[in-house]
């Protein structure tokens, strides 16, 4: 019942936006009759379909399944009247952008009313839940004697099985209604491709504008690449994986919606950005069924909205410890070699890192070895998604230094573009390198890093900045031995990731840093319960550089630091058994603004020694992580890391 009330919420929210489309035809269409006749028509059915589809939410928790059916089907044909009316006037681009996105309704609303049949026709044997057959197909539902006008009996749920295998055949219809909601994702996915394209073109000149529309482009690609593998690898049984990269695809969709945000000034921005409202929550309600398959199985009765940690629910896992050891492979023989001066030094491939993964082969299963020698590389590098399984080594932290200074000052950037080093390609390694934006602490968002490599590893490498040093945007990533130094908010994103036996350092900020300040180590940004993501921190030191501890000592009070405070409402972050040092102070973690996200994200400690480790004045929105439940976080269950393919080749 949940999931069908769920697919009828949905059809709900793109039935008002379409009648918006609808009435904006109408305001349009000012003395061209035809226009005018169908605006109004199409306006008309719409709110019928409407009233027929708030009946059918109303009736279905009381069993009257038939009158559902009844007014969706109604429903249902009143919105393919509106397309029909328009199909004939359609001779502007708005008329036919509303007949596209009337497709996608249509789409969903008979997706819903094929759930609410299968549930009229056999109840709770969700096995016969299958694509609708006919009398045609030689399929008849029940009823009384011909004469009789009584109610019609839904038979009681038959407990025969078809031939093959009942769990198999239940698995398999819930992927079929699964794979729907996805079809109908990615359907609305390449609408917003096309809206965002539409920006860009539109562009030509105003330079926040073509920064927001070529981010939303690539974030829509990058989530159409992970819906497509989601969409692959569900059949096989692959739920972990598929929640990973949905959650993803999720992040990637929302990013495209933040990025148009800040440039919101036309009717194709506007009207792109609600279309995006449309296509996340059409991707959340995907992500839901696919947890709620991964979690409960076959046991139907439990495929309820999510809850999470702060809710009392604790997935399963293995001991803390499990889930193989990830490393970066030692001793592989470099494919290419990067020097300072290419001419005068070593006799190297390449002078530029960039350069050396220009040069590697795309979609490669096999890894590229880039050797990096000692030196300080100033550029700006970018390994993208087609760039598979590179592998970065240095000569080690502070000798291979690779180094920029973009940040949100500059006209035409945003966060995302600042990071002197970013990575897209899966499969991504890197060891010996240290990695920074110079920006300084009065410039403000200035990335170092910034990863979106699912399965990658980081292992013994330097990453310093200010304010936004380590952006762990998506995906899973494992950071091992690592140092990272910035101040505000400088390890953050919305990926899991477990950051092992690393040492985070706060830094001094502002150009008068004795004035004192509030600093967030980490803001982690899930906006979805049922993204797999969140921040695992494990063994590492929290502490200051020397520079930052004299400024502490000197006055305390006015020098506040934080483990974390929630970017978005869903910020997951976990601090076990960590050395965290005297500047954490005895609240511990630091709210975004009023009471935001501090009834829904999940900031918990386990077994932390040191100073700041003292738990009795903690905020009371943080958790203690009871003990049978600390294994949730190992890098077995949170990142799968069991299941990486670490070859040595």
């Not at 379909?49 to 089907?73: C, D, F, I, N, Q």
């Not at 760039?387 to 291979?400: F, H, L, Q």
Request: with cysteine.
């Amino acid at each position: 019942m949940e999931i069908i009330q769920s697919a009828l919420s949905i059809s709900g929210d793109n039935l008002r936006q379409a009648q918006s489309f609808s009435d904006q035809i109408l305001k349009a269409s000012t003395g061209v009759s035809d226009h005018v006749t169908a605006a109004n028509n199409c306006l008309e059915h719409l709110r019928n379909a409407e009233y027929r589809l708030r009946s059918t939410v109303e009736v279905l928790p009381r069993g009257g399944y038939k009158h559902a059916r009844a007014w969706m089907s109604g429903g249902l044909a009143y919105q393919y009247d509106c397309w029909s009316a328009l199909k004939y006037v359609n001779d502007t681009k708005l008329i036919h952008d509303t007949m596209s996105f009337l497709n996608n309704l249509i789409s969903l609303t008979s997706n819903g009313l094929s759930l609410i049949r299968a549930l009229d026709v056999f109840g709770d044997d969700v096995a016969k839940w299958a694509p609708v057959r006919t009398e045609r197909d030689g399929f008849w539902e029940s009823g009384g004697a011909l004469g009789e006008g009584g109610e019609l009996r839904v038979p009681d749920a038959v407990n025969a099985g078809p031939d093959w295998s009942e769990k198999k055949w239940v698995i398999w219809v819930k992927e079929g209604i699964i794979q729907s909601a996805l079809s109908i994702s990615g359907d609305n996915l390449r609408q917003a491709q096309s809206f965002s394209d539409q920006i860009l073109k539109a562009s030509t000149g105003v330079a926040d504008h073509v920064t927001a529309a070529n981010n939303c482009l690539e974030h829509l690609r990058n989530a159409e690449y992970r819906l497509r593998s989601t969409v692959e690898v569900l059949p096989r049984g692959g739920y972990k994986h598929a929640r990973a990269w949905m959650s993803g695809g999720l992040a990637y969709q929302y990013d495209c919606w933040s990025a148009l945000k800040y440039v919101n000034d036309t009717k194709l921005i506007h009207d792109t950005m609600s279309f995006l409202n449309n296509l996340i929550s059409l991707t959340s309600n995907g992500l839901s069924l696919i947890r709620a398959l991964d979690v409960f199985g076959d046991d139907v009765a439990k495929w309820a909205p999510v809850r999470t940690e702060r809710d009392g629910f604790w997935e399963s896992g293995g001991a803390l410890g499990e889930g193989g050891e990830l490393r970066v492979p030692v001793g592989l023989k470099a494919d290419v070699t990067v020097c300072k001066s290419k001419n005068n030094n070593g006799g190297c491939d390449y002078g530029s890192v960039q350069d050396a993964v220009n040069a590697g082969p795309d979609w490669s299963e096999k890894k590229w070895v880039i050797w990096v020698k000692e030196g300080v590389y100033e550029e700006t590098v970018r390994v993208g998604l087609e760039k598979r399984n590179v592998v970065v080594y240095g000569d080690g932290i502070g000798k291979t230094v690779i180094t920029g200074n973009l940040n949100v000052g500059q006209p035409g950037l945003s966060t995302y573009n600042t990071a002197t080093f970013g990575v897209v390609g899966d499969g991504f390694m890197a060891s010996g390198l240290t990695i920074e934006n110079t920006a300084g602490p009065d410039a403000h968002q200035a990335v170092a890093f910034r990863s979106d490599s699912d399965q990658s590893i980081i292992e013994n490498c330097e990453f310093l900045g200010n304010q936004d040093t380590l952006y762990a945007h998506s995906l899973r990533q494992f950071y091992k031995s690592c140092i990272i130094q910035g101040n505000v908010d400088f390890i953050f994103g919305n990926s899991a990731s477990i950051f092992q036996d690393c040492t985070i350092l706060v830094r001094p900020r502002q150009l008068k840093p004795e004035k004192g300040e509030n600093n967030a180590v980490t803001a982690h940004g899930r906006i979805d319960p049922a993204q797999s993501t969140g921040f695992v921190f494990q063994n590492c030191l929290i502490n200051g550089t020397e520079e930052y501890m004299r400024l502490y000592y000197s006055k305390p009070k006015v020098h506040k630091n934080y483990l974390g405070r929630p970017w978005k409402e869903f910020s997951r972050t976990v601090f076990i058994d960590c050395n965290l040092e005297a500047l954490i102070t005895p609240q511990g973690w630091m709210p975004w603004t009023g009471d935001f996200a501090l009834k829904t994200l999940y900031y918990g400690e386990s077994g932390n020694t040191g100073k700041g480790s003292d738990l009795s004045a903690r905020v009371t929105w943080s958790s203690q992580i009871p003990a049978e439940h600390v294994n949730v976080y190992s890098v077995g269950n949170f990142l799968q890391g069991d299941q990486w393919k670490l070859t040595s080749s």
